[in-house]
């Protein structure tokens, strides 16, 4: 490890609170990487002087969802194809309480409550999946099947029968219509958060969205690092590289997949929430087959055991997609992640961070996401 | 009775199309252990192929079939060769840098996911970039049959047939042949099937090519009733894979047992609620359901039933 | 977890079979067997008593395992006493690592019970069992590969401790290992001894009261196996753990077993101390099939 690394006898607060968010399983663990990651997040700060906030902030949002399958399959082993049923879910929910309850405190009240129903869908699904014995490949293609599911389920809810209160799911069409974004309570303190442009000093606009997301973004970002180094993040670990022998040292593997799941469902929701309120508009494509591999394809490609790598490459990859235009882009982009998987399976951040901290780690030996590993039997 | 004939009818249709569209992926999946998502893009090449075949060449429908289905399955070599086994690529890297390039992708799930559906994403695109968002598809033959005020399509007869004859067919290979031992040979202990002699290699190139050419005629013969776009191979994917999963490690029983339950109970629910859309969802659920009560699939639950029984004895 | 009750049902079985075979057993334990007592001792105890009443912390009852047709554990009765040593030998498919997978719950039973320290622990879940002090290291090394040393041995005792005294386990931990200096080195890259040492010495650091070794020497060579014997000999006598050890080695056998119990068939076919199993012909035919 780089020597000016803190360690947990140092003291100071600073070091202290290094101490937490640093550990053998995140990346960047030296004093030149939290310089380089302040240098990333003021640049991020500025970004809507330059460009713009309104069309940026949905990479943000979207990145939230990647880190959310970062850390059900990154840090627990478990590939999950339903991160955007608690992403739909999440956002469905928030769209309907918002459209029935439209003041600041009803808003609010929606965005928790999305997060809420997708970490209860989590719950549900994992307690079905894990509590019920299915492994490995079962438990993906279950999530597959599940997001196919609720894909045509809710692409025929097209009838005026399919109404929630005052919100119509809409079908294929989708539930327009949702409040705009304004948190807090009604009558006492709020703030309007999306197509409520402001502007400082009377020198440039900005988006307060586009912040809102951002400070979600590094909140999140951070509290995974702590987690992740946690004790609870180090079984985490040991689950994702061999459940069996995990177990077999007295942690109870069921329920530790079941918290992980729960809170990447939440996760996910949250997400959700953001998209739908960043759109005012939430519709059944979030549950397509296409979307739903997506986080797959972001975290493979940024580095599945990192953090930071599904950040990095959410943003890259979602920017790029959807800023090239032409048909020609999701050539490249198809024949860019069988590239990179087949030649960087480990993902491209752990494999910049190996160069950088001079490692010369051979990329044929990075880690690599399905690496036989030993029959277990029984 | 008319009813009844309609039940059967959808039943035969959802068998038909479950059988087919398994078929493929049932063999990639079971006997090399990759999730091939680029499966929906092998029908579409085979779809293509077909219609215009037809079109274009002017080849009468059937011999237009063959040709696709073999196209397809030379396509299937070259996918193998290149990112499946990676062999081309180490090839050039042996001879360049001196090492292997890239590690081969069986038994890697989760990575050969990801590389398939690039795969897919590449093909649809250049579907759509060479050929448009649609091509002119080629006329249904043969007719209907009718009854009482329905009429059935008497191709979606023969495809329901078509299909049986694809299980026998595959069963036959399978069991009967010296390749289809070597396959299963491979399929149970690679190690030591290697050691006995036996190319794996090879074999799996063979196979990825008959898994291919299996979609690419799942393609052929959905090409009349289908209509020609680049995103027809989505419909397909999802009831593919799940029949396979569902099906268990016996790649043809398999097949055909989760074609047929899955095949009924959309079916079934089709009929009672007169939308295709929830025979759809029930299907789903069912495999969902399946997945979580049978694990290793209905012919795994099958040899844990036997295998009780014997101990019984 | 274990209820009173449970205990005193258990007892009262125990009570209610002949009082003297329970004698016979507690003269038995922890020592090796009586000369006099028959060679062919295999009484059938029904819900023998475990726990803080006796000395006996593990005993199965009847236990049965069935794959398909083939029956790997035939109605076993197999008991173990607090602190004792004692390995568990038997030609290659005679049911040892199922017998151990039974104990310790990574396989269920086709019938029968197991009884561990005054509970039933049949239907207990493997986790629930280490928590209860069973600890086990498996035929396969599998340490971590991708961690390191020091991250393996902070796994298993991160529960148990915190802050300074959880440094003091894991450093004591790999120094018992004999790895020290080898803090953070990736334990795939260790030798194939330097795992095995690792793997007892996380399963150890679980402070068990009983600890089930598949095989802990297979691949090691004679020094190895030496610094392994006297390691399971110091935490046999200091910290008082019973141990269950698979081996083939017969001179391993000799240097650390209290009691020997031969498996054949899925059933114990012989119990006693080593030089007892040695010179038995019927157990020197079963395993040569006959020959000399």
């Given at each position: 490890?780089?020597?000016?690394?803190?360690?947990?006898?140092?003291?100071?607060?600073?070091?202290?609170?290094?101490?937490?968010?640093?550990?053998?399983?995140?990346?960047?663990?030296?004093?030149?990487?939290?310089?380089?990651?302040?240098?990333?997040?003021?640049?991020?700060?500025?970004?809507?002087?330059?460009?713009?906030?309104?069309?940026?902030?949905?990479?943000?949002?979207?990145?939230?969802?990647?880190?959310?399958?970062?850390?059900?399959?990154?840090?627990?082993?478990?590939?999950?194809?339903?991160?955007?049923?608690?992403?739909?879910?999440?956002?469905?929910?928030?769209?309907?309480?918002?459209?029935?309850?439209?003041?600041?405190?009803?808003?609010?009240?929606?965005?928790?409550?999305?997060?809420?129903?997708?970490?209860?869908?989590?719950?549900?699904?994992?307690?079905?999946?894990?509590?019920?014995?299915?492994?490995?490949?079962?438990?993906?293609?279950?999530?597959?099947?599940?997001?196919?599911?609720?894909?045509?389920?809710?692409?025929?809810?097209?009838?005026?029968?399919?109404?929630?209160?005052?919100?119509?799911?809409?079908?294929?069409?989708?539930?327009?219509?949702?409040?705009?974004?304004?948190?807090?309570?009604?009558?006492?303190?709020?703030?309007?958060?999306?197509?409520?442009?402001?502007?400082?000093?009377?020198?440039?606009?900005?988006?307060?969205?586009?912040?809102?997301?951002?400070?979600?973004?590094?909140?999140?970002?951070?509290?995974?690092?702590?987690?992740?180094?946690?004790?609870?993040?180090?079984?985490?670990?040991?689950?994702?590289?061999?459940?069996?022998?995990?177990?077999?040292?007295?942690y109870d593997v069921k329920r530790i997949k079941l918290l992980t799941f729960t809170l990447g469902g939440a996760l996910a929701a949250l997400s959700g929430v953001l998209y739908a309120a960043r759109n005012v508009y939430i519709s059944p494509p979030v549950f397509a087959l296409w979307f739903a591999t997506l986080p797959v394809i972001w975290v493979s490609v940024g580095g599945r055991k990192s953090l930071l790598g599904a950040v990095i490459a959410t943003i890259a990859i979602e920017y790029f997609r959807l800023s090239v235009q032409g048909e020609m882009a999701l050539v490249v982009l198809g024949a860019m992640l069988l590239v990179f998987i087949l030649a960087l399976p480990g993902g491209i951040v752990p494999w910049v961070a190996g160069k950088l901290s001079g490692s010369a780690v051979p990329v044929s030996e990075l880690d690599d996401a399905d690496a036989p590993g030993e029959v277990s039997e029984s | 009775m008319v009813n009844g004939l309609n039940l059967a009818f959808q039943f035969l249709d959802s068998f038909a199309f479950v059988v087919l569209a398994a078929a493929g992926l049932a063999v990639i999946f079971g006997i090399m252990g990759v999730i091939n998502l680029a499966h929906g893009e092998f029908i579409l090449f085979g779809a293509y192929a077909t219609t215009m075949s037809v079109t274009n060449l002017g080849l009468p429908l059937p011999a237009a079939m063959v040709v696709a289905s073999l196209l397809t399955a030379g396509f299937g070599v070259v996918v193998e060769r290149t990112i499946i086994s990676g062999f081309v690529p180490n090839w050039i890297g042996q001879r360049t840098v001196g090492r292997d390039l890239i590690e081969p992708l069986y038994d890697r799930l989760a990575d050969s996911m990801v590389a398939t559906f690039g795969l897919s994403l590449v093909m649809v695109q250049s579907a759509r970039i060479l050929f448009g968002n649609s091509i002119d598809t080629v006329g249904t033959p043969f007719g209907n049959v009718a009854y009482g005020a329905f009429s059935y399509s008497t191709y979606r007869l023969v495809l329901a047939g078509i299909s049986v004859l694809v299980l026998v067919a595959a069963y036959y290979l399978f069991t009967r042949t010296t390749f289809g031992t070597r396959v299963r040979a491979t399929m149970q202990d690679e190690q030591t099937a290697k050691a006995l002699g036996i190319d794996t290699e090879r074999t799996y190139m063979l196979t990825f090519g008959i898994g291919s050419g299996l979609a690419g005629l799942t393609g052929a013969l959905f090409a009349p009733v289908l209509s020609m776009q680049p995103t027809l191979g989505d419909q397909f994917l999802i009831e593919a894979f799940v029949a396979v999963v569902v099906g268990g490690p016996s790649v043809v029983l398999g097949t055909a047992l989760s074609g047929g339950v899955l095949g009924a109970v959309s079916a079934t629910v089709t009929n009672l609620t007169d939308s295709t859309t929830f025979g759809r969802i029930a299907l789903l659920v069912a495999a969902i359901l399946a997945l979580r009560f049978l694990p290793g699939g209905i012919t795994g639950f099958i040899e844990r039933f036997q295998a009780r029984r014997r101990e019984e004895e | 977890m274990s209820s009173e009750t449970e205990r005193s049902e258990v007892s009262k079985q125990a009570s209610g079979e002949t009082a003297s075979s329970d004698a016979e057993r507690s003269e038995a334990s922890g020592s090796a067997s009586d000369p006099a007592s028959d060679p062919n001792v295999r009484e059938t105890p029904a819900g023998k008593a475990t726990g803080d009443r006796t000395d006996t912390l593990l005993q199965t009852d009847n236990l049965v395992k069935r794959f398909g047709g083939f029956t790997a554990t035939d109605s076993v009765d197999f008991s173990v006493d607090e602190g004792e040593l004692r390995c568990l030998i038997g030609p290659n498919g005679a049911g040892k690592s199922t017998l151990l997978k039974l104990i310790v719950g990574t396989l269920e039973p086709t019938a029968g019970h197991v009884y561990y320290d005054g509970q039933e622990i049949t239907d207990m879940e493997p986790n629930e069992r280490v928590q209860s002090g069973i600890s086990m290291k498996f035929q396969v090394p599998s340490v971590y590969g991708d961690l390191s040393v020091r991250e393996n041995a902070r796994l298993p005792v991160q529960q148990l401790a915190d802050g300074a005294e959880r440094r003091r386990r894991v450093d004591e931990a790999i120094e018992n290992a004999g790895l020290a200096g080898y803090e953070e080195v990736q334990a795939s890259t260790l030798s194939h001894g330097q795992q095995q040492q690792l793997e007892i010495g996380m399963a150890a650091s679980l402070d068990p009261d009983l600890l089930l070794l598949d095989e802990p020497v297979a691949g090691l060579s004679v020094d190895e196996r030496t610094e392994i014997a006297e390691r399971i000999r110091r935490l046999n006598r200091e910290e008082g753990i019973a141990f269950i050890v698979i081996e083939h080695d017969t001179d391993f056998v000799g240097e650390i077993a209290d009691s020997v119990t031969v498996l054949h068939r899925g059933d114990v076919f012989r119990e006693g101390s080593i030089e007892e199993i040695e010179s038995d012909p019927e157990v020197r035919r079963i395993y040569l099939g006959g020959e000399q």
């Open positions: 490890m780089a020597t000016d690394s803190a360690s947990a006898t140092d003291r100071g607060a600073l070091a202290r609170i290094r101490g937490r968010l640093e550990g053998p399983n995140t990346i960047g663990n030296s004093r030149g990487f939290w310089l380089g990651f302040a240098v990333a997040v003021l640049a991020l700060a500025a970004f809507p002087v330059v460009g713009s906030g309104e069309s940026f902030s949905l990479f943000l949002v979207l990145a939230l969802l990647g880190l959310s399958l970062s850390l059900v399959w990154g840090y627990s082993g478990v590939l999950s194809f339903g991160q955007v049923v608690f992403f739909g879910v999440g956002g469905y929910t928030f769209g309907v309480v918002s459209i029935n309850f439209p003041d600041a405190t009803g808003i609010t009240a929606a965005a928790i409550a999305g997060v809420v129903g997708g970490g209860v869908a989590a719950a549900l699904l994992g307690y079905f999946m894990f509590y019920g014995g299915v492994r490995d490949v079962y438990v993906t293609i279950i999530t597959l099947v599940t997001t196919m599911a609720m894909h045509t389920f809710m692409a025929q809810t097209a009838g005026s029968e399919w109404t929630i209160g005052e919100a119509p799911l809409g079908g294929f069409n989708g539930m327009p219509g949702i409040p705009l974004l304004e948190l807090g309570i009604e009558g006492v303190a709020s703030f309007q958060f999306v197509y409520n442009e402001m502007s400082l000093l009377g020198l440039f606009a900005f988006d307060p969205f586009y912040y809102l997301a951002l400070a979600l973004l590094l909140v999140t970002y951070l509290g995974l690092r702590v987690l992740v180094n946690s004790d609870f993040g180090r079984v985490m670990v040991a689950v994702r590289e061999d459940q069996d022998r995990t177990q077999m040292f007295g | - | -």
